[in-house]
């Protein structure tokens, strides 16, 4: 059973360009939910997400950040006019529903993209 | 707010000595789970253990255990007989009530030879 699958694993970007992260969600989970790491910090929440829907994505940036979970494909963590500030390890979870027996709801992390911003 | 609180941003141990990585936490939910990650050098996040809330015996995994106090909201992990690859990051975080993570700001953790 292949795990949490993300790429690509390294991500260079020129300032003012797009990142596109993409995350094939462990077989069987229809939940994903984002995470970005700063140098030398914990992950941070960013974005819930079903297939279709956004569930909670209070912990993403207001301005160019978006996500989506299609019906078909990986999900997407897009990043418009990416600034330097956005240079860290963006990790993806998945999961199976939470609550629905599968015992205590851990979510399974895939390898992370490393973005950098020059 | 739920939080979480490393303290040791380094530790260092001995081959083949035990360890003890500190994590307090903070919540007003009666419900919650408790994890700990290992993230080596390659940067991936390694489940090592689980400790639910209503759990009342302490999660014991391999040569990870988990000291669970829950009136002092600690949940210290200990890795007993440290090996030379145990040393990585180690991240303890917890998971509120519904689904979401937060995590500490992680303790480097090396191991001397």
């Known amino acids: 059973n292949a795990g949490v699958m993300q790429n690509p694993r390294h991500l260079v970007r020129r300032r003012g360009q797009e990142a596109r992260l993409r995350c094939s969600p462990m077989k069987g989970h229809s939940h994903v939910y984002w995470y970005r790491q700063l140098p030398e910090e914990g992950l941070k929440f960013m974005v819930y997400l079903q297939k279709e829907n956004i569930i909670d994505e209070s912990g993403m940036p207001k301005e160019r950040f978006s996500a989506e979970f299609p019906k078909e494909g990986p999900s997407i963590l897009r990043i418009q006019q990416v600034v330097r500030g956005d240079s860290a390890a963006y990790f993806c979870?998945?999961?199976?529903?939470?609550?629905?027996?599968?015992?205590?709801?851990?979510?399974?992390f895939g390898p992370g993209t490393r973005l950098t911003v020059l | 707010a739920q939080k979480i609180t490393q303290t040791q941003p380094g530790m260092f141990v001995q081959e083949k000595e035990a360890v003890t990585l500190d994590c307090t936490y903070d919540t007003s939910d009666q419900s919650y789970g408790l994890f700990w990650y290992k993230q080596p050098s390659s940067g991936e996040m390694i489940f090592l253990i689980y400790?639910?809330?209503?759990?009342?015996q302490n999660a014991t995994e391999g040569r990870y255990s988990l000291n669970f106090q829950k009136a002092r909201k600690s949940a210290n992990l200990v890795i007993s007989a440290s090996q030379l690859g145990d040393s990585a990051m180690y991240f303890c975080a917890m998971r509120d009530g519904t689904y979401k993570y937060i995590f500490g700001t992680g303790t480097r953790l090396k191991v001397l030879a």
């Open positions: 400790q639910g809330s209503y759990d009342e």
């Open positions: 979870a998945s999961s199976p529903p939470p609550f629905s027996g599968s015992g205590y709801n851990e979510q399974f």
